[in-house]
């Protein structure tokens, strides 16, 4: 079975106050030096069969209809190899 | 006239709005989200609360929920439809209204009795209210940061589709201080504050909010 990952992320423009807290906890607990924090959603598609171009832009639409809103979030799609 | 109120799995504040529907003197009718029609209701009111736990963003889910796929159509029809918090999450989701909501800016959930300005009385829902009126009602959420691009801010600005605005300083982070926003044609109104809480001053800051419900009566009545 292939694996197809699908990561959304929050688009630049829009704040996300959740990496914003992770990034004031950071220095707290001594991880210095790290300028900003964004905080993504991975998603893990088990995919029967092979993995086609067809298949792919399935999941493109999924990721564009019901993973990710568009008018907030970015997707990238790509195949996880064993 | 019949309004129906949808129950989302995680729907909260579904009672309290059919409760609102009858103050108003309207009938309320409970609609159930896998309905697969909308019981010949003349409006729909999609409540706050939490559906489907929020799970992956809120509203995400509801919106795929069965009775969605006949409001949706009935809304480009002319139903008038009033989406309150999650509502209004699903609303955007449905692409029926422009935006997102995203967690407040300051990572706190809120609960306030918030002043609003009512911004448009073009609405079915607001009609009953004067420009400029100033109201109180409940506002609670963890998510209720309005947002969208500059080309639609200004256009919903242009058009006279920002509903409510934030008075009193922003809650939220909501941009242009928007708390609720309607379509073009003034049919689909969503809000992030509860107007169906501020219904009773036994139970509310104040009886602001009914002026929703008997707007969208007298809409419907005389149309």
Redesign the interface.
């Given at each position: 079975m292939a694996r197809v990952v699908v990561d959304v992320m929050?688009k630049p423009?829009?704040?996300d106050?959740?990496g914003?807290?992770v990034a004031q906890a950071l220095p707290r607990l001594g991880y210095d030096g790290i300028a900003a924090v964004r905080q993504g959603k991975r998603f893990e598609l088990d995919v029967e069969g092979e993995v086609t171009e067809e298949r792919l832009a399935q999941i493109r639409g999924a990721a564009e209809t019901?993973?990710s809103?568009p008018?907030?979030e970015d997707f990238t799609v790509r195949v996880e190899e064993a | 006239m019949r309004v129906g109120v949808v129950t989302f799995p995680g729907s909260l504040d579904d009672a309290d709005a059919r409760r609102a529907v009858r103050l108003a003197g309207a009938e309320p009718v409970a609609l159930w989200h896998a309905d697969a029609d909308l019981h010949g209701v003349d409006a729909v009111v999609l409540p706050g609360g939490f559906s489907y736990g929020d799970y992956l963003r809120c509203g995400a889910i509801a919106r795929f929920a069965p009775v969605m796929e006949p409001l949706v159509a009935a809304a480009h029809g002319g139903l008038p439809v009033l989406g309150i918090c999650n509502g209004f999450q699903v609303l955007c989701e449905s692409h029926l209204l422009p935006g997102a909501l995203i967690r407040n800016d300051h990572r706190k959930f809120n609960c306030v009795d918030q002043e609003l300005v009512v911004e448009s009385t073009a609405t079915v829902w607001t009609s009953g209210y004067a420009a400029g009126q100033r109201i109180v009602v409940p506002l609670k959420n963890g998510e209720g940061g309005y947002v969208a691009d500059e080309k639609t801010l200004d256009g919903l600005e242009a058009e006279g589709r920002v509903v409510v605005r934030y008075a009193g300083g922003n809650p939220n982070g909501s941009y242009h201080d928007i708390a609720g926003i309607s379509n073009e044609r003034g049919n689909v109104v969503g809000l992030m504050p509860h107007p169906e809480h501020a219904v009773e001053d036994l139970t509310g800051p104040s009886t602001d909010g009914l002026t929703f419900f008997t707007s969208v009566l007298k809409a419907v009545v005389t149309a």
């Open positions: 929050l423009e829009i704040l106050p959740q914003k807290a019901l993973l809103n008018v907030i | -």
